[in-house]
């Protein structure tokens, strides 16, 4: 499975995969939005036909305060079923967070999750190396709550 950058090419068949894989859904408008301001940040999966099989959209914070550090965010990431448990995932985020920080000096990275969500709860907590940082009460469209979840690049700083 390769592992490469996003382009605007591949921004339906993302879309597709995160329709096949989540309920948090968004409009293609959206997906462009990401492409076109922060193309360094996405990243895709693609198996040796040149299907995407997983995805991470990524971004900064739009509208970031002076006095604050560079925060990227991940807006959302898959894998289809029969393509998790091979790195793939974890793979995806190593290459976006890089990215985060070579291009936009990010200190950290912060993403949402569903409280009940055990396999991406693992991945980012004791994968990947995220903290929970804040609960987020019915944060999700079916009352849900999330777990804000927040990476530091620089741990010492
Ligand atoms: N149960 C427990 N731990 C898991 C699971 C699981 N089902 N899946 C992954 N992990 C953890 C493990 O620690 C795993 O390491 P190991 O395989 O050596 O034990 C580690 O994560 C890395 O796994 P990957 O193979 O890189 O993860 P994968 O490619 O399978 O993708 C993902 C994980 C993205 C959560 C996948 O299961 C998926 O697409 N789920 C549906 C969509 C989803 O929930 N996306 C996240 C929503 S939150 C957001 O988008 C910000």
């Known amino acids: 499975m390769d592992i490469r950058q996003a382009t605007i090419d591949d921004l339906i068949g993302m879309q597709n995969a ?4 989540l309920p948090e859904n968004y409009t293609f408008k959206y997906y ?4 076109l301001t922060w193309p360094e940040l996405s990243y895709v999966a693609v198996d040796p036909r040149g299907r995407i099989v997983g995805y991470i959209l990524a971004k900064m914070e739009d509208e970031p305060s002076p006095n604050t550090e ?3 965010h991940v807006t959302s ?3 289809l079923r029969p393509y998790r448990r091979l790195g793939l995932a974890n793979k995806l985020m190593k290459q976006s967070q890089e990215a985060m920080v070579a291009h936009y000096k990010a200190s950290h990275i912060t993403l949402h999750v569903r409280k009940s969500n055990r396999a991406a709860i693992s991945l980012y907590r004791d994968t990947l ?3 929970v940082h804040a609960m987020e009460k019915g944060y999700y469209a079916d009352g849900e709550d999330a777990y804000g979840m927040r990476y530091l690049f620089n741990k010492k700083s």
Do not use: D, R
């Not at 995160?18 to 894989?21: A, I």
């Not at 462009?32 to 492409?35: D, E, F, K, R």
């Open 70 to 72: 560079p925060s990227g």
């Open 129 to 131: 190396g995220f903290e």
């Open 32 to 35: 462009l939005y990401h492409a």
């Open 77 to 79: 990431i898959s894998v």
């Open 18 to 21: 995160n329709l096949l894989n």
